[in-house]
């Protein structure tokens, strides 16, 4: 049983566990829980690079020309689904290296070049270490699961063309996948 001078010591002790109150220390605390970044909220990690995730993007409303807000959600859902489908391609060669070193004991082998230069050796470590059982299955789901969302969001879009329901509002979405883009500095106006 908890006595009244254990609740009182463990009050004052609380006013010391605030947690964050930065700003930057706030935003790194929000990624405490991240292990391999496939069930992410943002669709681009930290360590990836956010102008690449937005040429995508770019090329993908290129190629689609969305018309209406509806269509650019469905666009930037293809993106996302997109973008997370090219890191499993990096954490399974990242997993198939941490694995082959794990079992090698990491004697008499060379670090191989990352092609992709984005930690895919250490992507693919997290992933593995963070599976319970076997890590090639929840792999394939995640691979599965990305790959529904895409077509499900492409097919989508097409059928919103076919009927004419290009033109429909935009719902809301306050869980948007799309990180928030990088602070830009706006430029004065133009002088006439």
Same mark, same amino acid.
């Given at each position: 049983?908890?006595?009244?001078?254990?609740?009182?010591?463990?009050?004052?002790?609380a006013?010391?566990?605030?947690?964050?109150?930065?700003?930057?220390?706030?935003?790194?605390?929000?990624?405490?829980?991240?292990?391999?970044?496939?069930?992410?909220?943002?669709?681009?990690?930290?360590?990836?690079?956010?102008?690449?995730f937005?040429?995508?993007?770019?090329?993908?409303?290129?190629?689609?020309?969305?018309?209406?807000?509806?269509?650019?959600?469905?666009?930037?859902?293809m993106?996302?689904?997109?973008?997370r489908?090219?890191?499993?391609? $990096?954490?399974?060669?990242?997993?198939?290296?941490?694995?082959?070193y794990?079992?090698?004991?990491? $004697?008499?082998?060379?670090? +191989? %070049?990352?092609?992709?230069?984005?930690? /895919?050796?250490?992507?693919?470590?997290?992933?593995?270490?963070?599976?319970?059982?076997? *890590?090639?299955?929840?792999?394939?789901?995640?691979?599965?699961?990305l790959?529904?969302?895409?077509?499900n969001?492409?097919? /989508?879009?097409?059928?919103?063309?076919a009927a004419?329901?290009?033109?429909?509002?935009? %719902?809301?979405?306050p869980?948007?996948?799309? %990180?928030? *883009? %990088?602070? /830009? +500095?706006?430029? +004065?106006?133009?002088?006439?």
């Amino acid at each position: 049983m908890t006595t009244r001078r254990q609740i009182a010591a463990n009050r004052r002790n609380a006013g010391f566990s605030t947690g964050p109150t930065t700003d930057e220390g706030k935003e790194h605390s929000s990624l405490n829980a991240l292990r391999h970044g496939m069930r992410a909220r943002d669709a681009v990690l930290p360590e990836e690079d956010y102008a690449e995730f937005c040429r995508l993007l770019d090329s993908l409303e290129a190629e689609w020309q969305p018309s209406s807000p509806r269509e650019l959600f469905l666009v930037q859902q293809m993106a996302c689904a997109q973008w997370r489908l090219n890191r499993m391609v $990096r954490i399974e060669n990242g997993g198939f290296v941490w694995a082959v070193y794990r079992w090698n004991n990491n $004697r008499d082998l060379e670090v +191989p %070049p990352d092609h992709y230069g984005r930690n /895919t050796l250490a992507l693919g470590a997290a992933f593995f270490k963070s599976c319970e059982g076997d *890590p090639f299955s929840k792999l394939t789901r995640y691979e599965n699961s990305l790959r529904r969302a895409y077509y499900n969001a492409m097919q /989508t879009l097409e059928k919103s063309r076919a009927a004419g329901a290009g033109k429909l509002s935009r %719902p809301n979405e306050p869980n948007s996948p799309l %990180p928030a *883009p %990088p602070a /830009t +500095p706006t430029a +004065p106006p133009a002088a006439d």
